[in-house]
């Protein structure tokens, strides 16, 4: 094994300085005369020098002992010496960093991060760079992001790490390795680095192409979080608040206290003891018929690691009735909607085009118009889809439909018979509908008869035959059905149940069509933003805990708080083996990154500090030099 | 002042300094001396009037020593015995060559001839001095003079000799034996550091019936070298050069070199019941005669 390498080996030319050096000294030795009495004792202490030892020789033009010795470690360093450590030297060396919301870790009270600690493993790689190598920045946490080209400058690398935060969202590895492969394309990759707490999903659908380094740093000290943060109504204006907490191995037996804040005001507190494997869930009940903004704290008694998971938002909607949309010409939904609580039913005159509603059903093809969060068309085929299906008169023959849809949800459609049998083309698929964005939830033996389709953050069901033409409304399913309608609709409205929004990306907001928005995050970012032709406002970057606030115009439109609520995250979990596509499997590893250590500094450092001391060696002489 | 000056007798010694030096004799470790009458006592019996010891009467004994006072006590005759006082030559050699120009040696070198010549003188002793200056050339020589009328004589040579030359010690030694005749002592003021053997010269004072008092002057250059860095040495007398570098360095060896030197002339001199001194150039001249060669056993 080399125990010492030579990046320029070539360098060792200089070597022959040496040459000139020594002429140049002995022949530009420029020495002071000095008269004395007799040479006599004189040449006795040089003869007697001259056979004491060789060194001796050197010791008497150490000057020039001095300027070897710098000439050869400036030589030295020329030839860039390294100690090889690292098994495969690689000439590009894509470092990928996690910096998700465990990263914030600390180790002990006052301790470091997750993520300094990784960098510190980072900078040493970085100060390690051979002048033939190449390394790439990549931080990773629910996305990743490039923070460097390959280069090897290392400024730009350590501005770059240090620019880099803990981002409080889950990690997912997936995009960092797939960005890493599309450089691959670019440059020869060999192995990555991948340096984190392990905290990261163990199953990740890709397929290794290059060696993978799973360095894991040593996890964060114990915590708990708050890892589920809902709402659900249990009355006209009464809530129940659910709030799980959650902890790490080492936090299992911890405890604390959980407060529930509205409006910035306190409504409730409990202590909280974690159990071992078991997630604790504290439940607040309140009465809120008006819009509310949740926060619920959580205050761990002994040393928390993380602070990120210790608060979640909540918006609770303002208490209102489900506004439902039926024509008098559905007598049976009509009939089965009267007797539901907590909705109100419109008159028929109040189906005009431009109406809201959170609720629409109907059998007449114009009220497709109509603005609603949920709508059941009964008894037409939907524009796009009358190439792919058509109603003639025949028997419903309901052969399957699917049990897991929340509108099917405890409802039978086995024995519904009726005259209108919906009939697919011919050379009509299942698949031909999905492409035009319908979902099929009960077929007939010679067609769909309930479709589907999301527009927006709208959803809308198709029942292709009329419920009034067949048997439907007196089966024990139809009110089940209906209920499941007015269910549907009061999520849609967000009247049944909220919960927490997560770090990321903020949730769909229904907005008004194609307004300009600006949104302004807790950390004071701002981001202007036009909502679609649905009204929907997507796709805004949520990448700090706490509430978001949407305004148009200066007023507020709305407020949306997220917050971290991810067990994983909170468990602090550390994966000790990687999974990936074809059985590839990479184990973690807590040995410091390898990388060859260069020793250039160190050869030019003593250069610098031999010729100091032979300045201080030239320079002592105490009356100067001699007068000739 | 410049009548102080004119009063001075020399102006190699203070009046004061030849004063005192005139009660001073040269204190000989061998009694080395001629057999003309002088001031010195000689080890072997003769006539005088100091008392030396007694012996048993032989017959042939001259009657006019034996103590008869001893003789009416014992009723046995004893003889006694008085010391014989002779003459001491005083050879001063002077080393007259250019490497004592330096630092004043040469100026001390003469101010010791002249108080050994003075004490010399006033003993009544011959004394001869001779300055060996350069290499091939007669020595300036003092010749054999005796008495304090002769004080003038000696002290106008010394005034003035001139130093300069690339004479070595052992060739000048040889050329005064070549001129000397007589037994004494012999006084060698130099610096001794010569390339040559030490040994030679003093077997030949040594064989001339001269008592060997070698007495080393040194600049404080030459005892404590204040010399750093890469220099090129020039020899004064010969104009030789040596390239010494980093001197600082080999200054500890150098003062080997020059103890080992000293104990080298010690040794010469020891074997020959002769005496050696090192002084400094710059020692204050009172000092030097006055206390450190008498405790020396130099002087008394």
């Known amino acids: 094994m080399n125990w010492l390498g030579f990046f320029s080996l070539g360098s060792a030319w200089l070597a022959l300085l040496l040459v000139p050096l020594v002429l140049v000294y002995f022949l530009k030795l420029r020495r002071a005369r000095q008269q004395i009495s007799s040479l006599a004792l004189w040449y006795q202490v040089v003869n007697d020098q001259r056979v004491n030892a060789p060194f001796q020789k050197f010791k008497r033009n150490l000057l020039l002992l001095l300027q070897i010795l710098v000439l050869a470690c400036l030589v030295l360093a020329a030839m860039q010496p390294f100690l090889p450590r690292a098994s495969v030297r690689a000439q590009y060396q894509p470092v990928l960093i996690d910096c998700s919301a465990s990263m914030g870790a600390l180790d002990a009270p006052g301790g470091e991060r997750r993520l300094d600690v990784a960098k510190k493993q980072v900078l040493t790689l970085i100060d390690n760079l051979l002048p033939d190598q190449r390394v790439a920045l990549i931080a990773f946490h629910s996305t990743a992001r490039r923070l460097t080209d390959f280069t090897d400058n290392k400024t730009i690398l350590k501005d770059a790490l240090a620019k880099l935060d803990v981002v409080p969202v889950p990690s997912q590895t997936v995009d960092a390795l797939r960005m890493t492969q599309a450089l691959a394309h670019t440059v020869p990759i060999e192995r990555v680095l991948m340096v984190t707490d392990g905290n990261v999903p163990a199953d990740a659908d890709f397929e290794l192409p290059f060696d993978l380094v799973y360095e894991q740093i040593p996890a964060g000290g114990p915590n708990m979080g708050i890892t589920v943060f809902n709402a659900r109504r249990s009355g006209l204006d009464q809530w129940e608040v659910f709030v799980g907490v959650d902890g790490s191995g080492s936090a299992s037996q911890a405890s604390g206290k959980l407060e529930l804040f509205r409006d910035g005001a306190s409504v409730g507190s409990e202590p909280v003891l974690l159990v071992p494997g078991r997630t604790k869930r504290v439940v607040f009940r309140l009465e809120s018929a008006n819009a509310a903004s949740l926060e619920a704290r959580l205050t761990p008694d002994g040393f928390d690691s993380l602070d990120s998971d210790n608060t979640a938002y909540l918006q609770l909607p303002k208490s209102r009735p489900l506004s439902v949309f039926i024509p008098s010409t559905l007598t049976s939904f009509r009939r089965a909607f009267h007797v539901q609580k907590g909705i109100e039913l419109a008159d028929e005159g109040a189906g005009s085009a431009g109406a809201s509603f959170d609720v629409v059903v109907s059998d007449r093809p114009e009220d497709v118009k109509l603005d609603s969060g949920v709508a059941l068309y009964v008894g037409f085929v939907p524009k796009d889809l009358a190439k792919l299906v058509t109603v003639g008169k025949g028997s419903i023959d309901v052969v399957d439909w699917e049990r897991s849809s929340p509108l099917l949800a405890h409802v039978t459609l086995s024995e519904v018979t009726g005259v209108e049998q919906p009939r697919s083309a011919e050379g009509v698929h299942d698949g031909d509908f999905e492409k035009q964005g319908y979902a099929i939830l009960a077929s007939g033996r010679t067609g769909p008869l309930l479709l589907e389709r999301r527009v927006g953050v709208r959803l809308e069901y198709y029942l292709l035959f009329h419920v009034d033409q067949s048997t439907l409304p007196f089966r024990v399913g139809f009110p089940i059905l209906a209920a499941n309608v007015l269910e549907i609709g009061r999520m849609q409205a967000g009247l049944a149940e909220v919960r927490g929004s997560r770090t990321g990306v903020l949730p769909p907001l229904q907005l008004k069509p194609r307004m300009m928005y600006r949104v302004v995050g807790p950390q004071g970012s701002v981001v202007d933003m036009a909502a679609n032709e649905s009204g929907v406002l997507n796709g805004v970057s949520a990448l700090s805990i706490g509430q978001y606030r949407v305004s148009e115009g200066g007023t507020e439109a709305a407020r949306v708080g997220v917050s971290l609520l991810d067990s994983m995250e909170t468990s602090l979990v550390a994966v000790k083996q990687l999974r990936f596509k074809e059985n590839q499997e990479v184990a973690a590893t807590s040995d410091r990154i390898d990388a060859d250590r260069p020793l250039w500094p160190t050869f030019a450092l003593a250069g610098l500090g031999v010729l100091l001391v032979e300045w201080w060696y030239f320079q002592r002489r105490p009356g100067g030099w001699p007068e000739t | ?300």
């Open chain 2, 1 to 300: 002042m410049a009548d102080e000056a004119v009063k001075q007798f020399t102006t190699l010694l203070d009046n004061s300094i030849l004063g005192r030096l005139e009660r001073m004799r040269i204190a000989p470790r061998r009694k080395m001396t001629n057999r003309a009458h002088g001031e010195h006592l000689s080890g072997k019996g003769g006539t005088s009037i100091e008392f030396s010891d007694f012996r048993d009467y032989v017959a042939g004994d001259d009657l006019r020593f034996v103590d008869w006072n001893i003789f009416s006590r014992l009723n046995r005759p004893y003889v006694k015995q008085f010391r014989y006082e002779e003459q001491m030559c005083v050879v001063i050699i002077i080393d007259a060559s250019t490497s004592m120009k330096f630092d004043g040696k040469f100026e001390r070198a003469c101010q010791l001839a002249g108080a050994f010549a003075l004490m010399g003188l006033f003993s009544l002793e011959p004394v001869s001095i001779y300055a060996c200056g350069p290499s091939g050339s007669e020595p300036a020589i003092c010749p054999r003079c005796t008495g304090r009328v002769s004080r003038g004589r000696v002290f106008q040579f010394l005034e003035g000799l001139q130093a300069g030359g690339d004479s070595a010690i052992e060739s000048a030694v040889e050329a005064v034996l070549r001129r000397h005749r007589g037994r004494g002592v012999a006084i060698v003021l130099s610096d001794f550091l010569t390339f040559g053997s030490l040994g030679r010269p003093f077997n030949l004072l040594f064989s001339a019936g001269l008592e060997v008092c070698a007495l080393q002057i040194l600049s404080p250059a030459e005892i404590d070298p204040e010399l750093t860095g890469d220099l090129r040495f020039v020899d004064s007398e010969t104009e030789q050069t040596l390239d010494v570098s980093n001197v600082g360095e080999l200054i500890s060896v150098y003062h080997d070199r020059r103890r080992e030197l000293e104990r080298e002339l010690d040794e010469h001199c020891r074997r020959r019941r002769g005496r050696f001194l090192t002084t400094r150039s710059d020692d204050p001249i009172e000092w030097l005669l006055f206390d450190r060669l008498r405790r020396q056993g130099w002087v008394r």
